[in-house]
């Protein structure tokens, strides 16, 4: 089956500091990945939709400078939390789906604490 | 607008009853798909199933079935004889046909024990 990693899977550092989070599909090439936030006991939230070679489609509430996305090529979509503060702190996921696809496959997450 | 109601926030049963979860979903398109996933608390997504909306057949996989009701927009998911492995987060999804999007319900955290 289709496979999506996720690095690093965990990350703590301080606040103030930028992380980045690269999404990689091994085994197929996605056209477009999606990036989720989940807070302790919650729902997954979507933050953005990323095409490969185009700028990345926020979702409303989400700030595009504060959490940057970069989806260079057919495996692999990065997000850089810049700035990072406590408030950042959550489980991000990330998931590929292929051209014309309906399902999507998700990566196992990245759990982030800012200190 | 799109929407998942799981309204079911946390369900304890103990080792080998039935439990079902509910899903109630809206959307105003014809063509969508509806999703269940676990969460184990490692965090990790488990993908269970997808069902076309214009497939209305239950589906039963071992101890898993689904009874997907158009008419009333539900999509529940049936364990039967429990398991304490079974004990996760359980999401539904909705698939936005036209941005592959997936919208998620609030999760039945669901416990089982021995």
């Known amino acids: 089956g289709a496979v999506v990693s996720q690095h690093p899977s965990w990350v703590i550092c301080k606040s103030g500091t930028s992380v980045k989070i690269e999404c990689r599909s091994l085994?197929?090439?996605?056209?477009?990945m999606f990036w989720y936030r989940q807070f302790p006991k919650q729902s997954l939230m979507l933050m953005a939709t990323s095409n490969e070679g185009s700028k990345a489609t926020y979702e409303q509430g989400v700030e595009k400078d504060k959490f940057l996305i970069n989806h260079a090529s057919l495996t692999l979509s990065t997000l850089t939390v810049t700035s990072a503060h406590p408030e950042d702190s959550s489980f991000y996921i990330c998931?590929?789906?292929?051209?014309?696809?309906?399902?999507?496959?998700f990566g196992p997450g990245t759990r982030l604490t800012v200190l | 607008a799109q929407k998942v109601t799981q309204a079911q926030t946390e369900i304890s049963v103990v080792e080998k009853e039935d439990v079902t979860l509910d899903c109630v979903y809206e959307?105003?398109?014809?063509?969508?798909?509806l999703f269940w996933y676990k969460q184990p608390p490692s965090g990790e997504l488990v993908f269970l199933i997808r069902r076309n909306s214009f497939d209305e057949q239950n589906e039963i996989s071992g101890r898993y079935s689904w009874n997907f009701q158009k008419s009333t927009s539900s999509f529940n998911f049936t364990i039967t004889a429990s398991q304490v492995v079974d004990s996760a987060v359980y999401f539904c999804a909705l698939s936005d046909f036209n941005t592959d999007k997936l919208i998620f319900g609030t999760g039945t955290r669901l416990q089982v024990f021995p």
């Open positions: 085994d197929f090439q996605a056209t477009t």
């Open positions: 998931s590929a789906g292929l051209a014309g696809g309906d399902e999507q496959f």
């Open positions: 959307t105003r398109d014809t063509t969508y798909y």
